[in-house]
């Protein structure tokens, strides 16, 4: 039978890696968020996998693309120096993770970004991206 301090070693122990998995979340979202005050494309696609998607729309006009082809859309946008982003909200279970940013002032529009991330060989990358311009959409 195991006792309260051998319990309480491997609880604190659990807690210390959950804290620390939110923390490399946000380690692999920066790239992402440095790349919208930079406007460096190649720093933005860094951050996901070859095979990510990105999907969302501004004025109006559907976006469906490769993180590749984004990486071209943020190079050409150039840099938002004003540019503010917060992490919402991140959400872990075992390998997979989702994540809530939200940006102002990105090309002088707001923008809600939903990412599914996974964790592959230690290290968490973006599968996905889903956005929303506010009111430019």
């Known amino acids: ?46 951050a996901f996998f070859d095979h990510a998607h990105i999907l969302g729309s501004v004025g109006g006009t559907l976006y469906n693309q490769t993180a590749d082809e984004f990486e071209a859309v943020v190079n050409e946008g150039g840099p938002s120096a004003e540019v503010q982003s917060c992490i919402a909200w991140i959400d872990i279970s075992g390998p997979a993770a989702a994540a809530k940013v939200e940006f102002i002032d990105w090309a002088g529009l707001r923008f809600t970004d939903f990412f599914v991330l996974y964790k592959e060989n230690g290290k968490w990358r973006i599968s996905g991206k889903v956005y929303d311009s506010h009111a430019n959409n």
């Open 1 to 46: 039978m195991e006792t309260v301090t051998e319990l309480t070693k491997e609880t604190k122990a659990d807690e210390v890696q959950s804290f620390n998995e939110y923390k490399e979340v946000e380690k692999a979202l920066q790239p992402y968020i440095e790349s919208a005050r930079t406007g460096d494309g190649k720093l933005s696609r860094s």
